[in-house]
């Protein structure tokens, strides 16, 4: 039962329940100095006691100028809207952007009016089964549930329900991360209709292990990339380059800036795209794709002796539990991938007609760069 207070001479009807031990309250304005008025007001609110503990709002008769009560019920567009306007100054530019598209497809799924305390287990095997169906992979879909997951969390924990709906990650097998072998990027490098200029971004993003979206959020100091904490690990690292990387960097940021790539919408999706039909060109297994080149660093370093430790700086990890995934991988075997770095041969082929850049000059880029 709710019980009344009185604030600033007006009466209010307290409704208080608990949550795991958590006490959570609800002051109902009664607009009232009148105490005989406030019960009778008060009476009207416990008739809703249990609705109101379940996080839904009202609009009750002496609060507007309409004579009945009305459910102002919490939608989900009320309630991403608001979760993300919070969150927006706690964290990074590119959390709120995966968090908003998350947010998107479950609104776009479900529907922006649903009240979001009806939401239960049925409703999130639908979202699971509409994001299947735009062929997301179940990494991104795991994504997907985790910051739908936090939401209700975090609505539950002040109040606003009573209960979240079961929402579990989808279990996936443990699998080795998936390179590109040395003949296969010898291969689609050779391609004839692959222009020069994709070729030296894709061999920079193989020798500096890069993620997709690093180099346009990064700034070049002197050799040094600076990639900012805006990164996915939420650390900034620094990636040194020779001269020949350097310069392929300082072409990129020039298409990225004034090129073609300052016309395109989403430059990370078009470069994915790119290195995709390359792989399909070259006959490459369909499982690899444009990250496959940041494994693809990782290994070839593990090759050239680098520790456990030192991958974790040089890949930007936040945890060398995720760098660990490679200690994992028989190198023995993999180095038969890998004959340029095992044998240290050479390679005197071009990147591309009229190009300068010779493969055989340059140990760190081994076949590519002479």
Request: charged share 30%.
């Amino acid at each position: 039962m709710a019980s009344l207070i009185k604030r600033r001479g007006l009466w209010y009807a307290r409704v208080r329940w608990s949550i795991d031990g958590s006490r959570k309250e609800n002051q109902v304005p009664l607009k009232t100095e009148s105490k005989v008025v406030a019960r009778e007001r008060t009476s009207v609110v416990n008739k809703y006691e249990s609705d109101i503990k379940a996080g839904m709002d009202f609009d009750f008769a002496w609060m507007s100028d309409e004579s009945t009560t009305k459910i102002k019920r919490f939608t989900i567009q009320d309630a991403t809207d608001h979760w993300i306007n919070k969150r927006k100054d706690k964290m990074r530019a590119s959390t709120i952007e995966t968090n908003q598209t998350s947010l998107t497809y479950f609104t776009d799924c479900l529907g922006s009016t649903i009240p979001l305390e009806i939401i239960e287990n049925n409703h999130i095997e639908r979202f699971i089964d509409y994001l299947n169906g735009r062929g997301l992979a179940i990494t991104s879909i795991n994504i997907h549930l985790r910051t739908i997951k936090a939401m209700f969390r975090h609505y539950y924990k002040i109040g606003k329900l009573m209960k979240i709906p079961l929402i579990e990650q989808i279990p996936q097998n443990k699998t080795e991360p998936i390179y590109i072998t040395d003949d296969e990027f010898h291969t689609l490098m050779n391609l004839d209709w692959l222009g020069d200029f994709y070729k030296r971004i894709f061999l920079l993003y193989r020798e500096t292990g890069m993620r997709l979206r690093e180099p346009m959020m990064s700034t070049l100091d002197g050799n040094w990339i600076d990639i900012p904490n805006e990164s996915k690990s939420g650390k900034g690292r620094n990636i040194e380059l020779d001269d020949i990387l350097k310069s392929i960097f300082i072409e990129f940021k020039e298409w990225l800036s004034v090129g073609y790539g300052s016309t395109l919408i989403d430059v990370g999706d078009h470069l994915s795209k790119k290195f995709k039909k390359c792989l399909r060109e070259i006959g490459a297994d369909e499982s690899k794709h444009f990250h496959s080149l940041r494994h693809t660093y990782a290994v070839r370093s593990l090759i050239r002796g680098t520790s456990i430790y030192q991958l974790k700086l040089l890949m930007g990890h936040s945890s060398v539990t995720t760098t660990e995934v490679y200690s994992n991988m028989n190198l023995k075997r993999i180095e038969q991938d890998f004959p340029t770095i095992a044998n240290n041969s050479q390679n005197t082929a071009k990147i591309g007609e009229g190009d300068t850049l010779l493969w055989d000059t340059r140990p760190l880029l081994d076949c590519y760069v002479a």
